[in-house]
């Protein structure tokens, strides 16, 4: 695939749809070592009508949720380059370890999720990922996806 991946290419890989799927783009790719992905955040985003109403901000949860889909889609091309295809497995969302959130992002920011693999094999992977928004770390975390 060229990068970059848009959401065309990313509906592809991944099974979410809106409103869960949180990655509009990949900008970089290392095969098996690698990813940059995109999530351009807008006070259209359903869950800033409730968190918090006067006061958006986007959800720990589902800032990490990003983070794992875009290092899903690493490990879901990293495998499918590597392996035979025997069918499409899913791919789980499966620990998290070391997380921290160290600055709210509000509509109008745009993260910028970097992930690297720091285990990689056919069915587990784990990976360090690091939320960006204007060149500040916001968030941070170890991550591990299941595959089938």
Same mark, same amino acid.
């Given at each position: 695939?060229? /990068?970059?991946? @848009?959401?065309e ?5 991944l099974?979410?749809r809106?409103p869960f799927?949180?990655?509009d ?11 940059? $992905?995109?999530? &351009? !955040?807008?006070? &259209?985003?359903? =869950?800033f009508?409730g968190h918090f109403p006067? &006061?958006?901000i986007?959800?720990? !949860?589902?800032v990490?949720?990003a983070m ?6 690493l490990? %879901?091309?990293?495998?499918s380059?590597? #392996?035979? %295809?025997? $069918? ?7 620990? #998290?370890?070391?997380v921290? =959130? %160290?600055?709210?992002?509000?509509? $109008?920011?745009?993260? !910028?999720f970097?992930? @690297?693999?720091l %285990?990689k094999? @056919?069915r587990?992977?784990k #990976?360090?990922?690091?939320? #960006?928004? &204007?060149n ?5 975390a170890? /991550?591990?996806?299941a595959?089938g």
């Amino acid at each position: 695939m060229d /990068l970059p991946l @848009t959401y065309e290419d990313i509906v592809k890989v991944l099974p979410h749809r809106h409103p869960f799927l949180f990655v509009d783009a990949i900008t970089e790719l290392e095969l098996g070592e690698r990813i940059v $992905g995109i999530k &351009n !955040v807008t006070i &259209n985003e359903s =869950f800033f009508e409730g968190h918090f109403p006067g &006061n958006p901000i986007m959800p720990g !949860v589902l800032v990490i949720e990003a983070m794992a889909q875009v290092g899903g889609i690493l490990a %879901r091309l990293s495998v499918s380059e590597s #392996m035979p %295809r025997k $069918g499409d497995k899913a791919i789980y969302f499966a620990a #998290m370890d070391k997380v921290k =959130f %160290r600055k709210p992002i509000i509509p $109008g920011d745009q993260i !910028v999720f970097e992930l @690297t693999a720091l %285990r990689k094999g @056919t069915r587990i992977w784990k #990976m360090k990922g690091k939320a #960006m928004v &204007n060149n500040e770390l916001v968030a941070e975390a170890e /991550l591990i996806a299941a595959i089938g």
